[in-house]
């Protein structure tokens, strides 16, 4: 169970009209679960027009947060070599779990760490930037079938499902 460890307003004033999420009219056509399911599968929403715009400004917002605090924004490859999987115990632990681009031997990148793990391997680093610090914000897509393809839903399945679990872009 959750601990509610924050609230503002009034819960109990909630309006016998209120309605959720998925009851309001406007929200299928910009949570559009219908065309997702049929572009990708169930629980893969398209955002259109006001909430895509939601979704970009939020990760924006974090980016920025977190390019103030200090962290530097990199965008790695989404394909790595099979020597930077093994490289972060990807392979052969979680082959089956990763998709394979067999005609050039490339992985599609299951979270952003494999890159960026292997941003310094097999390299020698001058002692005088030691210790070092590297802090780096990343935005990207996690490509992996969890659970071995089991689908973890984040709404009742019941609804269609808002998504599968998906890593921060």
Request: charged letters at 25%; aromatic letters at 10%; glycine letters at 8%.
């Amino acid at each position: 169970d959750n601990v509610v460890y924050k609230t503002w307003g009034d819960i109990s004033s909630l309006s016998d009209n209120a309605l959720a999420h998925h009851d309001i009219p406007w929200f299928n056509h910009y949570v559009d679960l219908e065309r997702g399911a049929k572009i990708t599968g169930a629980g893969w929403p398209v955002f259109r027009g006001q909430m895509a715009r939601l979704v970009r400004a939020l990760l924006e917002f974090f980016l920025e947060q977190n390019t103030r605090a200090g962290f530097e924004e990199m965008h790695p490859p989404l394909c790595v070599n099979a020597a930077s999987a093994t490289a972060t115990g990807q392979l052969p632990d979680k082959e089956g779990q990763m998709y394979h681009a067999t005609g050039d031997d490339f992985y599609l990148i299951p979270t952003a760490e494999v890159p960026v793990t292997n941003f310094y391997r097999d390299e020698v680093l001058d002692s005088g930037i030691l210790p070092l610090k590297a802090f780096f914000l990343l935005r990207n897509r996690c490509r992996r079938d969890l659970c071995g393809g089991r689908i973890f839903r984040t709404q009742r399945q019941s609804r269609g499902g808002v998504g599968r679990l998906r890593l921060p872009d």
